[in-house]
Each structure stands twice: as structure tokens, then as C-alpha cells.
């Protein structure tokens, strides 16, 4: 799967490669379903995991942000693959954090770690994921140098930008019917500056009883 990423040239990171390989995506998607082929899947309460080739792109335009020692946020972690991969990049003496609002899917998550090969860093700390409102960050332990957005705002939340360390980067699908991929640089004044990455497809990120209904 990650030679044929690259092979297609859907990133270009020897670090990112070696995370993909490192952490087997078949210990985060349901049991029976195909682990390796490039498209999102279902993983109940109307959440998926994203394709491949997303999950390489957003770790890629994370990279820099992603050095051992920072800190890293990870909203709406569904099945907490990306998580587990945050958790490698940034090391022992970093931090990644997922925040998932489905106390169901944070079991599960958990779970999925475990059985990976992120579970010392689950064991020793370094690593947590938590049942909490992603729009509102994690305060706890901001600021943080990366921030991934699983799921498409129809607006960057204010929070998740205050919480964005100067020097650090976030990825964030954004908008409703038609969404881009947007990176948000926080310049070294504070001030904010962003681009779009590409055009993108997620599901919304939203509340936690809007996304029981499928809103």
C-alpha cells in the first residue's frame, strides 16, 4: 500500500513512509474489510476512516511539525490510526492527542492501539485519546505544534487556532457541500496565514448528536 502511494506520487516522505509501514492500518478497520486498499471506510456511528492516500497526504504537509518532542492534536481521531502514527513521529518525550466525541469509538480506538505497534506509547503516557467536543480543542496540553481535523467545520473554530502554537500548522477540511483542504500556518507574531491543499471530501464535524443522526 505505502510503495504504491509512492509509487503514484502521493507523498514523497521517507519518515512519513516509515510510520505507514510501522503502523498496520489492519488493526484499525473493522474486522472483514480490506485494510490495504486506497478508499475510506465505515466505521459505525456515521464515521469513517480516510483513504490511504489522505492519510499519507496530511502526514506529509504535517512533517515538520511532526519532530520528536512536540506536541500534536488529533480531532475527531475515529479509529485512532492517525493518532498511533502522531504518536511514533513525535516520540516518548512528545505528545499526541486524539479527541474523539463518541465515547464508543474512544473505546475502540484504544483497543486498536493496543493491538499496533504505538501501544507503548498508549502505556507510557505519551499518547491519550479522550471523549470530548474537538472543536474545542484540548486545552490540556497546548499549545500544540500539529493539529489534524478528521472531520469537515464549516468554519475553522477559534479555539483550535488558539490553541495552535506560533511556528505550528494545522490541517482542516473545510466547508459544507464543496470542501478544501486547507493548511493553517500560525506565523511566529501570532498572525495567521492559510492556503488550500485541495479539494476534499469528509464527513461533517459537527456534534455529538448531530452525527448520531447523520447530520
Not at 72 to 97: E, K, N, P
Not at 151 to 173: C, F, S, T, W, Y
Amino acid at each position: 500500500m505505502v510503495s504504491h502511494l509512492q509509487r503514484y506520487g502521493v507523498f514523497n516522505s521517507e519518515r512519513v513512509a516509515e510510520v505507514m509501514e510501522k503502523i498496520d492500518r489492519a488493526c484499525f478497520v473493522p474486522d472483514g474489510t480490506p485494510p490495504y486498499i486506497d478508499s475510506p471506510m465505515t466505521i459505525g456511528y456515521n464515521a469513517t476512516i480516510s483513504a490511504p492516500h489522505m492519510h499519507a497526504m496530511c502526514l506529509q504537509l504535517l512533517e515538520p511539525n511532526l519532530q520528536p518532542g512536540m506536541h500534536v492534536l488529533d480531532v475527531g481521531s475515529g479509529t485512532g490510526y492517525l493518532t498511533a502514527c502522531f504518536a511514533v513521529m513525535v516520540g516518548h518525550q512528545g505528545r499526541a492527542v486524539g479527541v474523539e466525541h463518541l465515547p464508543e469509538l474512544v473505546s475502540s480506538s484504544i483497543k486498536n492501539i493496543e493491538k499496533s505497534e504505538a501501544a507503548s506509547f498508549l502505556k507510557e503516557g505519551s499518547l491519550c485519546i479522550h471523549v470530548g467536543d474537538g472543536r474545542q480543542g484540548w486545552p490540556e496540553f497546548a499549545p500544540y505544534d500539529a493539529i489534524h481535523v478528521g472531520a469537515a467545520a464549516r468554519e475553522i473554530p477559534q479555539a483550535l487556532i488558539d490553541q495552535l502554537k506560533p511556528g505550528g500548522r494545522m490541517v482542516i477540511p473545510v466547508g459544507d457541500l464543496f470542501q478544501d483542504l486547507k493548511v493553517v500556518d500560525k506565523n511566529l507574531d501570532g498572525t495567521v496565514s492559510m492556503h488550500d491543499e485541495t479539494a476534499v471530501r469528509y464527513v461533517p464535524l459537527t456534534s455529538r448528536d448531530a452525527q448520531l443522526r447523520g447530520q
